[in-house]
């Protein structure tokens, strides 16, 4: 883990890309980019039905739109997700299908529509090794798709246990353990049946286990992924751990637990939340703020405690909708707006304003 103790940062505004005609939603780093001569992709998705493709230029280090993925959804495009390798995105949308595109030397075209949700698909996630795909909606269910060659998808669960709206599901970075956050103010963690391999909750967090009292709009882990962080319209933070190395024994009972909740940092709804490999947490919320958190050294007695790191008023004119950290360069950030554009900023140390050496 970084110390952070000695250090003071600013978060620097890179480029503002601007072509989205209404909100932007979510936000997607393309795996493997950004690092080792390969330019740094970005996805962004947007109520305008479309989805963005913004690569950086190697000789100007700007961002550009690359491509506009366009006439495949018919309503808001909610969610975006890169497949591990970076070949196939995925898209989810108001329109009750999830998009699957396909990037073959930068022409992106639908390979494959994934039907089956009554309504609004809210969010997308591939798992670590990308054989498998879950989407969530308005219906209340969550939908788990094996990924077979030649771009066939196959259901092979519906999972019911929400009684709203699923608003984010997303894969343990290590195991293949589903966690989705819901509007009935839970988060629910997902497992197979080794004997059946049938799917079922092995775990609901919610107000009895020190859970959120209001909708839970997104989770995320730690590098690790012994750790996890939510966040709500009840305006908190919550940290969530378990035993990771019963958890990766393949015991998907492994049970988590609350360590500690963060509240007083954001005003208004906190709709977005991402832990960056090098253990910063950011938060992106309807006060049109970005906020940084760090684990603290103080608290070790009682469990760890966290603390702000660095806030960031006024990060958009409108609602944050999401932050991404880069998944190769460690101190790179996307923030997305109702104000419909995306922003890159960099965290950096304001010692000297250079990007900290790792």
């Keep these: ?51 963005r493709i913004w690569e950086q230029s190697p000789a100007t280090g700007s961002f550009h739109c690359k491509a506009v993925l366009e006439d495949t959804h018919t309503r808001t495009v909610r969610s975006c997700a890169w497949s591990p390798s970076g070949k196939l995105l995925a898209t989810a949308s108001f329109d009750a299908t999830t998009a699957i595109w ?21 969010s997308v996630s591939w798992n670590a090794s990308g054989s498998l795909l879950a989407t969530c909606g308005r219906d209340k269910s969550v939908w788990i798709w094996e990924v077979l060659p030649h771009n066939e998808f196959e ?25 989705s956050c819901s509007y009935d103010n839970s988060i629910k963690v997902w497992a197979e049946d080794g ?8 775990q609901t967090l919610n107000e009895s286990s020190s859970g959120h009292t209001s909708t839970v709009w997104a989770l995320s882990f730690n590098a690790s992924g012994d750790k996890m962080v939510s966040c709500s319209d009840d305006l908190t933070i919550k940290i969530w751990g378990c035993d990771i190395m019963r958890m990766l024994s393949g015991d998907g009972n ?21 832990w960056s490999r090098e253990g910063i947490i950011c938060s992106g919320a309807a006060d049109d703020a970005i906020r940084f958190f760090v684990e603290s050294e103080d608290g070790l ?33 996307a923030s997305a707006s109702d104000d419909g554009t995306v922003k890159i900023w960099e965290f950096v140390s304001a010692s000297g304003k250079k990007k900290l050496q790792l």
């Excluded at 396909?102 to 022409?107: A, H, L, P």
Aim: proline share 3%.
């Design 1 to 51: 883990m970084m110390n952070f103790a000695d250090e003071n940062f600013e978060l620097t505004e890179v480029q503002k890309l601007e072509g989205h005609t209404d909100r932007v939603w979510s936000l997607a780093w393309k795996p493997a980019t950004g690092t080792n001569g390969a330019p740094a992709v970005l996805a962004s998705c947007s109520g305008d039905k479309t989805i």
């Design 102 to 122: 396909e990037d073959v030397g930068g022409d992106f075209s639908c390979v494959s529509t994934l039907e089956g949700h009554e309504n609004e698909v809210k």
């Design 254 to 274: 492994a049970p988590w637990t609350h360590i500690c909740t963060l509240s007083g940092y954001h005003d208004r709804t906190i709709f977005s939340i991402h």
């Design 195 to 202: 004997d059946s391999d049938d799917w079922h909750c092995v």
């Design 155 to 179: 259901c092979v669960s519906v999972l019911q246990g929400h009684t709203q709206d699923v608003k984010m599901v997303q894969w343990h970075p290590a195991t293949d353990i589903l966690f």
């Design 301 to 333: 007695v009682n469990g760890p405690s966290y603390k702000l790191l660095y806030k960031k008023d006024k990060a958009h004119e409108m609602d944050v909708n999401a932050v991404q950290w880069s998944s190769t360069e460690n101190r790179r950030l």
